[in-house]
């Protein structure tokens, strides 16, 4: 029988596209290990098998404990892991890119690198989120500041709908409880979506840390998605739940959210934004091209010319 350690690394094409994956699993109060591919949670009431490659993003609550073997499975798969819990989130680790190929990785610090391709995708995400305004000639201040009255709006507009007093987003890092009912809805939500959308920029190879609104974190870019979707699924969602019961907004939130990311299709909607933010592609399309499952490496010359890696390219030397 193969030890764990004696498997071969799943390749990308084995590997479930990041689209088709679970948004996220989260578990607590658990041992977690691995058996063969899988990870296995283990509580009072048994083991539970969780195929790895069917994760986007894990999350970690209170009270778990995670084996060296089920993190090495969990990046080999490409999923991210993040530590949650009552006093806020972290991210501590990150799988591997679905794809071989730099492409978009390339193409994000590009745009990242020049002040006015930066401001052209930073215009292009505020149009992905309200797209009944044209930002086109805005400045970065003018961008930050609508942003800012439409998501003060939104909130307006839900407290308004459920019926919820709203005295204004509250949130003290570190402490998780610190806000009332709808705060802790809203942080919830927000946790639960800037774990997707770190599994799925991890997944396409693109950098978390080269955003194009925020900046200055390692997480900048994440944070650009997750903002995304926040007006349009996060924040309804948050004051439905505060709503319905002040009781365990948290656990609560997690689990509608879930369910309202698998109904709305979020996940290969992200895929697609940042194809489109980052290569300007306006369609759907696979998560990964055919060619970019294959190890190629290349070296850079003269002219953007590439030349292929692994050889001697001295024209007056022998082969090594």
Same mark, same amino acid.
């Given at each position: 029988m193969t030890t764990v350690g004696q498997r071969p690394q799943s390749s990308p094409r084995e590997l479930t596209?990041?689209?088709?994956?679970?948004?996220?699993?989260?578990?607590?109060?658990c041992t977690i290990h691995r058996d063969a591919n899988a990870i296995t949670a283990e509580d009072?009431?048994?083991?539970?098998?969780?195929?790895?490659?069917t994760i986007a993003t894990l999350l970690l609550g209170p009270g778990t404990r995670i084996t060296h073997q089920?993190?090495?499975?969990?990046?080999?798969?490409?999923a991210a892991v993040v530590w949650v819990g009552e006093h806020g989130v972290r991210y501590y680790a990150a799988g591997r890119a679905l794809s071989r190929s730099s492409a978009l990785a390339e193409a994000q610090a590009t745009a990242w690198a020049n002040r006015r391709t930066r401001l052209t995708v930073a215009r292009a995400m505020y149009r992905l989120r309200f797209p009944d305004e044209d930002p086109a000639g805005l400045t970065r $201040?003018?961008?930050?500041?609508?942003?800012?009255?439409?998501?003060? $709006?939104?909130? $307006?507009q839900h407290a308004q709908r459920t019926g919820i007093a709203w005295r204004g987003r509250q949130y003290t890092p570190g402490?998780?409880?610190?806000?009332?009912?709808?705060n802790q809805a809203v942080t919830a939500a927000a946790q639960g979506m800037y774990g997707i959308a770190h599994a799925v920029v991890t997944a396409l190879g693109c950098s978390p840390a080269l955003g194009f609104i925020h900046s200055g974190h390692e997480l900048s870019f994440v944070l650009d998605i997750?903002?995304?979707?926040?007006?349009?699924?996060?924040?309804?969602?948050?004051?439905?739940?505060?709503?319905?019961?002040?009781?365990?907004?948290?656990?609560?939130t997690r689990r509608a959210l879930r369910d309202q990311i698998h109904r709305t299709g979020l996940m290969d909607r992200c895929l697609t934004d940042i194809k489109h933010l980052l290569l300007g592609q306006s369609t759907p399309g696979p998560d990964t091209a055919p060619d970019q499952f294959?190890?190629?490496?290349?070296? $850079?010359?003269?002219?953007?010319?590439?030349?292929p890696a692994g050889h001697n390219h001295d024209p007056y030397g022998d082969a090594w």
């Open positions: 596209r990041a689209s088709d994956r679970i948004s996220f699993v989260y578990l607590e109060r009072a009431d048994g083991i539970t098998h969780i195929p790895s490659a089920a993190m090495s499975v969990l990046g080999e798969t490409g $201040q003018e961008l930050l500041g609508r942003e800012g009255r439409r998501v003060k $709006q939104c909130y $307006q402490d998780f409880t610190a806000g009332d009912t709808v997750a903002d995304l979707y926040k007006t349009e699924i996060g924040i309804p969602l948050a004051f439905d739940i505060a709503a319905e019961s002040a009781e365990d907004p948290g656990p609560r294959t190890d190629t490496v290349t070296l $850079q010359t003269d002219g953007d010319t590439l030349l």
